[in-house]
């Protein structure tokens, strides 16, 4: 792993209408934070777990900077990018160049929390061609006690953390040096994407029953983790395990 990559960061799921996704994943029995709108116009919920996140984002507004986002929202929903955690935006784009993966400059980031200030993020992002199928970013915080708040982090499905990403790619070979040593799995296929999110959860049988209340019936897969299909996750398949 870099020096300055710590870890998974957040999972994007860029979504087309938001209002919608939220209510989708409510009923999955997840908690989300109040809708917060970054300081370039992109919009979004996020899902706190104890030291990473999945974040639903729309884009109702077009940027420069988001470009490659709204491509990929015409072509569908889903995760387009993998934000990974690091202590030092400006160490990390320069160790990214000495280990030969062009960065863009750091782009600093905020938005207001309701009654608690403005969350505060450095972002160093990776060009599209890094990693294709999704946008890679590497993520600063520089308010994190705003954004890791305890009441955000209890959810009905008992979910935990990303316990890892499953990637599908022609090449997994070319991924190797930036995600070496993080929980990001590779499966050989024609078109890159991210497939699938795995979610830990505390109890299986208590994450069963809060989808079933949310109107969803799981597929049990061979290990008994519990799976909710990408078309009813708005473009994601979601392992609950």
């Known amino acids: 792993m870099l020096r300055h ?5 957040h999972a994007v799921i860029l979504v087309r209408d938001l209002d919608r996704a939220r209510d989708t994943y409510a009923r999955l029995g997840f908690t989300l934070t109040p809708r917060g709108t970054h300081s370039l116009g992109s919009q979004n919920h996020c899902i706190m777990f104890g030291r990473d996140y999945l974040e639903l984002m729309a884009l109702p507004k ?3 900077a988001f470009q490659y986002f709204s491509d990929f929202l015409a072509r569908g929903e889903g995760v387009g990018a993998i934000a990974l955690a690091t202590d030092d935006a ?4 320069a160790e990214l160049a000495s280990a030969g993966i062009a960065a863009e400059a750091p782009l600093a ?3 207001p929390v309701e009654n608690l200030g403005e969350a505060r993020f450095t972002l160093v992002q990776l060009p599209p061609e ?3 199928g999704f946008r890679t970013f590497l993520c600063q915080h520089h308010t994190r006690d705003i954004v890791w708040r305890p009441e955000y982090q209890a959810h009905a499905v008992g979910a935990r953390e990303i316990e890892s990403i499953a990637v599908d790619a022609p090449d997994p070979a070319r991924y190797a040096q930036l995600f070496d040593g993080l929980p990001v799995t590779f499966s050989t296929a024609a ?3 991210v497939r699938a999110l795995r979610i ?3 109890d299986r049988a208590d994450a069963a029953a809060a989808l079933r209340r949310g109107g969803f019936l799981p597929a049990i897969l061979a290990d008994g983790a519990l799976a909710v299909s990408a078309v ?3 473009g994601i398949t979601l392992i609950f395990g």
């Open 232 to 234: 009813q996750a708005h």
């Open 90 to 93: 400006a160490a990390a784009q």
């Open 62 to 64: 077009p940027h420069p």
């Open 200 to 202: 830990r959860v505390e």
């Open 191 to 193: 078109a890159p994407a």
């Open 5 to 9: 990559v710590r870890g998974i960061d």
């Open 109 to 111: 980031l905020s938005r």
């Open 130 to 132: 890094q990693t294709p």
